[in-house]
T-cell receptor, first 113, second 113 residues
C-alpha cells in the first residue's frame, strides 16, 4: 500500500507570492490533516478535512486555506507569503476523522525569501 | 488549550541501554497519547499510542506508561540500537471526531554504537 505522498518536495518562493501544496492520502483514508513544522514552534495543527469538508482548524491566519477533493486528495494554499511561513508542511491521513492513527507524508519544505 | 512539554530535549545512550523520554500535559480532559518517531528527511511515524483507560502498553522493545493523576506519560525503549536514533515527539488530544493533536517540541535521541 502506497504511503502519503506530498508534492512538491521543496519549494522556494518570495514574499508576497502564493503557493499550493498537494497531498495524496493512503488509499481508503478519508481524513487529511495539515501541520506546520518549524524548529522554534514544533508541529502545529493547521486544519483537517474529511469528506471534502473542513472539520477542524488551528490558530493560523486566513492566508492559510485548504480543500479536499472527492478522491480525498487535498491541497493547501498559502497566500501573500511572509518570511515566517518558511517551514516544513506535513500532511497526514487517517481512516477516521480526528487525531488518531495519523500517517504522515515526508512533507514539503517551503522557503520564503 | 492543551500544552505538552517534553524533557529532556536531547538524550544520548549507549547501544543496548534503555532510554526513557517523559512528557507532561496540561489538559486533564486529554485521553489519547501517541508517540511519533521522525527520522531525518521523513515525516513523523506513529510508533505507539495509549488511551487514558490504560496504564501501560508494550510493543516489542517499546512501551508507554501513563500517569493520569500526575498528567505525565513516558516512552521506554529497551535494548536501544543505532537505528533508534531519531527525534521523538509525544502528543495529546481528546480523542474524537473533532480532536486535534498537540505535540511536544521533540527530543533528539542519539544511540552511540
Amino acid at each position: 500500500k502506497a504511503g502519503v505522498t506530498q508534492t512538491p518536495r521543496y519549494l522556494i518562493k518570495t514574499r508576497g507570492q502564493q503557493v499550493t501544496l498537494s497531498c495524496s492520502p493512503i488509499s481508503g483514508h478519508r481524513s487529511v490533516s495539515w501541520y506546520q513544522q518549524t524548529p522554534g514552534q514544533g508541529l502545529q495543527f493547521l486544519f483537517e478535512y474529511f469528506s471534502e469538508t473542513q472539520r477542524n482548524k488551528g490558530n493560523f491566519p486566513g492566508r492559510f486555506s485548504g480543500r479536499q477533493f472527492s478522491n480525498s486528495r487535498s491541497e493547501m494554499n498559502v497566500s501573500t507569503l511572509e518570511l515566517g511561513d518558511s517551514a516544513l508542511y506535513l500532511c497526514a491521513s487517517s481512516f477516521k476523522q480526528g487525531s488518531e492513527k495519523l500517517f504522515f507524508g515526508s512533507g514539503t519544505q517551503l522557503s520564503v525569501l | 488549550g492543551e500544552n505538552v512539554e517534553q524533557h529532556p530535549s536531547t538524550l544520548s545512550v549507549q547501544e543496548g541501554d534503555s532510554a526513557v523520554i517523559k512528557c507532561t500535559y496540561s489538559d486533564s480532559a486529554s485521553n489519547y497519547f501517541p508517540w511519533y518517531k521522525q527520522e531525518l528527511g521523513k515525516g513523523p511515524q506513529l510508533i505507539i499510542d495509549i488511551r487514558s483507560n490504560v496504564g501501560e502498553k508494550k510493543d516489542q522493545r517499546i512501551a508507554v506508561t501513563l500517569n493520569k493523576t500526575a498528567k505525565h506519560f513516558s516512552l521506554h525503549i529497551t535494548e536501544t540500537q543505532p537505528e533508534d536514533s531519531a527525534v521523538y515527539f509525544c502528543a495529546a488530544s481528546k480523542a474524537g471526531a473533532n480532536s486535534k493533536l498537540t505535540f511536544g517540541k521533540g527530543i533528539t535521541l542519539s544511540v552511540r554504537p
